[in-house]
């Protein structure tokens, strides 16, 4: 048997009662099975509830089968909150349709847990989850140039735009965006937030939009991806 940590990324039913799971690991992305789930034991019966992060026992070759294991942490303050859980969603979505890329999966993993555990005390959730969508552009390789010209370097006058992949000097800058310096500020900010030693500083609601419109804008020009968890969105948050 082998052992799986990680967090349930996607479950979907499979043939009368099975489930199949979708778990994001340390290693990436693992699909695995759990036979007659509607009928086993109750213990078990939570598990494949997204976002959980669960510690498995898994045996099996081509596709692996569910055996034995518990929940870690099940996130219950993310959970029991609408909004809240709408937008990890949007984040589960996210990890899961770039999880097939090659990147540092366990540099996002160990990240996300943080993140959960974090945004799972704090009702100020927003920016947290941001930086998950941030450090994923990052390590797409298509994360933003934001102190300096995309093209040559310059570090003044700059100004942003999605299209060109980040900040331009006026000689480059053909697209510009356009996005008020404070959301900008707290933009870098988030990009380059150090959980171990930071202190976020306070954004206001109208730069929390202006971000979350960039990065919507920035992930649908660069990477063409608009998840459904987005959409709904909409009507939760007013944006
Ligand atoms: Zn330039």
């Known amino acids: ?66 055996r034995d294991g518990d929940i870690l942490e099940g996130y219950p303050n993310i959970v029991n909150d609408l909004e809240k859980y709408t937008y990890a969603t949007h984040i ?37 989850l941001n930086m998950i969508e941030l450090k994923l552009l990052y390590l797409l390789g298509v994360n933003p140039s934001l102190n300096k010209c995309v093209v040559c370097g310059k570090t003044n006058s700059l100004q942003f735009s999605i299209t060109e992949g980040g900040m331009c000097c006026p000689e480059h800058i053909q697209n510009p965006y356009k996005i008020s310096n404070i959301a900008l500020e707290k933009l870098k900010e988030l990009y380059f937030f150090d ?9 206001d609601q109208s730069s929390q939009k202006e971000i979350r419109f960039l990065i919507d804008k920035y992930y649908e020009y660069h990477l063409s991806i608009k998840t459904e968890s987005r959409k709904l969105l909409i009507g939760l948050l007013g944006y």
């Open 92 to 128: 589960l979505e996210l990890i899961y349709y770039f999880s097939s890329h090659e990147h540092d999966h366990e540099k996002l993993f160990n990240f996300l847990l943080k993140i959960f555990d974090i945004i799972n005390k704090d009702n100020n959730y927003i920016p947290y």
């Open 195 to 203: 959980l171990s030693k930071d202190k976020l500083s306070h954004i």
């Open 1 to 66: 048997m082998e052992n799986i940590k990680g967090i349930v990324l996607k479950s979907i039913n499979y043939k009368e009662s099975s489930k199949i799971i979708y778990v994001y690991t340390k290693n990436g992305l693992i699909s695995i099975l759990i036979h007659g789930s509607n009928k086993i034991k109750n213990r078990y019966l939570n598990i494949p509830r997204l976002l959980n992060y669960i510690d498995i026992y898994v045996s099996g070759k081509n596709l692996l089968t569910f």
